[in-house]
């Protein structure tokens, strides 16, 4: 099936989105994005995300956000008109193109916006149901990640090197040796005195949208979140592991580093916190995701 795209408030077939190679998201890397994720034909936390990529534009010194009322819109026929039942509608916002290379911004701004949808299985994959094995890799990107730049060099060589070593995913490092992040998504642990930790917000993460709803979800079940950074040493020691994100919602990681994470298998904590949040996006765990309740 062809896919239907969005470019510059024009749907057209993905293949044939055209934009200029003076386009400083090419030459600059110069835009910012966002990933929501769709779960059955319904978009989970587009307010969140539409709230992320208006920061992320100001941070940038963009002058204005593209209306919100039309991005809204765009998700929603990109969702139809591609027929997703599940998967996600990327929405990309660069600087657009002067027809020259010039650092400088310019002051006006004419923003290339581009969107596309993927249909994709995100509760029901093996990544959700047998964990992630993970290596990791310092992290070596830039000071401001909490914007969610297109500057995903150092993410995509972690990645990269994650496939060649033949795992599935890198979780980031920083020189002080406290985990970071993975490479597209935050990495929570559960540690061995039964603590859900995950990295408190500041420009060193991005601020995950999973992540938020995932501790709302976590916060009316009862449970405690620390929210403080953890150590690799504290990772590979802890007795559960998982990553969040929009395209892998909340999947288990169970190896570091070659190492297994406590049984090397996904962990109740982690299995108990996936229903939580199946269940917050209005999907019947029961139904969607029946593995959950079986022994690991
Ligand atoms: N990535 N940290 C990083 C570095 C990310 O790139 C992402 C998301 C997250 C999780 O954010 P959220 O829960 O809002 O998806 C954390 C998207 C999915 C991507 O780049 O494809």
Redesign the pocket.
């Known amino acids: 099936m062809v896919k239907l795209a969005w470019l510059n408030g024009v749907y057209l077939a993905a293949d044939e989105a055209r934009v200029s190679p003076f386009d400083r998201g090419f030459l600059f890397a110069d835009g910012v994005y966002e990933?929501t994720a769709v779960y059955n034909g319904q978009l989970i936390d587009l307010d969140l995300h539409l709230d992320r990529l208006e920061r992320s534009l100001r941070e940038l010194g963009f002058p204005a956000a593209p209306d919100r009322g039309e991005l809204a819109a765009v998700h929603r026929r990109l969702i139809v008109d591609n027929d997703i039942r599940e998967g996600y509608i990327y929405l990309q916002v660069t600087r657009g193109a002067y027809g020259a290379r010039d650092f400088a911004a310019p002051a006006l701004v004419r923003p290339t916006c581009f969107a596309f949808a993927e249909a994709k299985p995100l509760i029901d994959t093996l990544a959700a149901r047998e964990g992630l094995k993970v290596i990791t890799t310092p992290d070596i990107r830039w000071a401001r990640?909490d914007i969610k730049s297109t500057g995903l060099l150092a993410?995509a060589l972690a990645k990269t090197y994650a496939r060649n070593a033949g795992v599935d995913d890198a979780w980031m490092v920083g020189a002080d040796g406290f985990v970071t992040?993975?490479?597209?998504?935050?990495a929570w642990i559960v540690n061995p005195d039964g603590d859900i930790v995950t990295r408190e917000l500041s420009s060193t993460?991005?601020a995950?949208?999973?992540?938020a709803r995932l501790a709302v979800a976590l916060a009316e079940a009862g449970l405690r979140l620390q929210q403080r950074s953890f150590t690799l040493e504290e990772a590979v020691a802890a007795r559960e592991a998982f990553s969040?994100?929009?395209?892998t919602l909340v999947a288990p990681v169970i190896q570091i580093d070659g190492l297994p994470v406590g049984n090397g298998r996904p962990g109740p904590v982690t299995r108990r916190l996936q229903g939580l949040y199946y269940s917050a996006i209005g999907a019947d765990p029961g139904r969607a995701a029946p593995w959950l309740f079986q022994e690991s």
Do not use: F, K
């Open positions: 990933v990640r993410q992040e993975g490479a597209s998504a935050n993460i991005l995950g949208v999973t992540r969040t994100s929009a395209t």
